[in-house]
């Protein structure tokens, strides 16, 4: 059986850095990221810990070509994307 996929957008506390994933365990992926489970990582060192985005989608290979999408957007348009679905900023992993 295939898995599908996730692609994710991540923020810091202060909102100041995005940061966009994919993959096919969320739950576990973002565990990883509030651990530092990588403290060498981008996400590590900017302190993006709050899942602000997802998009959930039948493929692994589907998820990546909207992760490819989204890094080619511009800021602007990656912050109408999270208004739209999550205006207050909320941390949705509460939620998964």
Not at 10 to 22: A, K, R
Request: with cysteine; net charge positive; hydrophobic share 40%.
């Amino acid at each position: 059986m295939e898995r599908g996929g996730c692609v994710y957008i991540l923020t810091n506390f202060s909102h100041t850095v995005l940061y966009i994933g994919v993959t096919s365990d969320l739950y576990a992926r973002i565990i990883e990221h509030k651990e530092k489970f990588y403290p060498n990582s981008f996400t590590a060192k900017f302190n993006c810990n709050k899942l602000v985005y997802y998009e959930q989608f039948s493929t692994i290979e589907e998820a990546i070509g909207k992760e490819k999408q989204l890094k080619n957007w511009k800021r602007a348009w990656k912050i109408n994307l999270i208004n739209a679905e999550n205006s207050n900023w909320e941390d949705l992993f509460l939620n998964l």
